[in-house]
């Protein structure tokens, strides 16, 4: 079954009492760098800093009781797992969280604050490493974004960005597996068919860019990238068609455009979102996706996971 504008108003009122409603922010202090009506979907603000809540707690929302007596698992970089750790700590589920070695500290300890069970696998094995856990432990798995119910979930913030800009001309959204941009392009598609909605990945892990050339998923070799949150290696099987039916283009973006990015967003912008998020402004600054004065674009901001020590890293970026 495809995911439907149906299944994400379904999403979006079940998961109202457990998510915030962002706002959608105009920032014309970023208009002139950018070339365009600069709008940002800061889901940095979000309960547990980033995007993520929407599709777990709608994912483990739909659990049957038996289900959630289970236990729940998953494999993630560190947002996801943020967000199912807070969605089973209130609803008083058991939730074991693969991880990669490495991952950042300031979403291992958020992990760890809401009580979920933590197992280190590498970048590459994480998924396998899940599926093993969930065997043992005869728990449930909730992905990452391989998952319709996922999909419809990160869905919904599509619905509030065009309830606050119906006129929207421009969408650009950070990609890792696919299921944050197959739900929000489902939403904008089925409301604004004349809304572009462009995906924005690290040059460093194209999966998306080499994969929707091939015709076919491709699963690139894994490097390090200050966009952290955006390491998958091959978009997800459930994810692939929708995003390839309903995305406008894609854009592989170098790591000193990201922290460009980042910095026009934290700088200038004076949003505190994260390096995977930002690589949305970075895309539009690399010349990646077109834009002209008089559009309305929105950057989805997906995540704030960022400690203060990390922003050293924008000291020597170049603008």
């Given at each position: 079954m495809s995911l439907t504008i149906s299944e994400i108003r379904q999403a979006a009122e079940r998961i109202a009492p457990y998510i915030l409603k962002t706002p959608?922010?105009?920032l014309p202090s970023l208009d002139k760098a950018l070339g365009c009506e600069v709008y940002?979907?800061?889901e940095c603000f979000q309960i547990t800093g980033a995007f993520k809540l929407r599709g777990a707690m709608n994912k483990i929302l739909t659990l049957t009781p038996e289900e959630l007596a289970r236990g729940i698992v998953t494999a993630s970089s560190g947002n996801h797992g943020k967000a199912v750790a807070y969605a089973a700590h209130l609803l008083g589920v058991k939730a074991t969280i693969i991880l990669p070695h490495?991952?950042?500290q300031n979403k291992v300890d958020k992990i760890r604050h809401y009580g979920a069970d933590i197992v280190w696998a590498s970048l590459e094995d994480r998924f396998e490493v899940a599926d093993?856990?969930?065997r043992e432990k005869n728990a449930v798995m909730v992905a990452p974004f391989n998952d319709e119910q996922i999909m419809a979930g990160q869905g919904t913030?599509?619905?509030e960005i065009l309830e606050d800009c119906p006129d929207?001309?421009?969408l650009v959204v950070p990609v890792s597996g696919g299921g944050l941009i197959g739900g929000l392009s489902t939403a904008v598609k089925a409301l604004s068919p004349r809304t572009k909605v462009y995906g924005a990945e690290p040059a460093l892990l194209p999966r998306y860019s080499e994969s929707l050339k091939a015709g076919r998923r491709v699963k690139v070799e894994a490097h390090h990238s200050?966009?952290?949150?955006?390491?998958s290696l091959i978009p997800g099987e459930i994810c692939f068609p929708v995003v390839a039916?309903?995305?406008?283009?894609?854009a592989a973006v170098s790591e000193d455009y990201v922290l460009k990015g980042w910095k026009r967003l934290v700088a200038d912008g004076k949003v505190f979102g994260e390096p995977s998020g930002a690589i949305t402004l970075g895309a539009v600054l690399e010349g990646l996706i077109p834009v002209k004065k008089t559009d309305k674009v929105c950057f989805f901001i997906s995540g704030g996971s960022v400690s203060l020590e990390q922003l050293r890293l924008l000291d020597d970026v170049q603008l």
């Open positions: 959608l922010l105009r940002v979907k800061p490495g991952a950042a093993r856990v969930c913030a599509g619905l929207l001309d421009a200050v966009a952290d949150g955006l390491v039916a309903h995305t406008d283009g894609f």
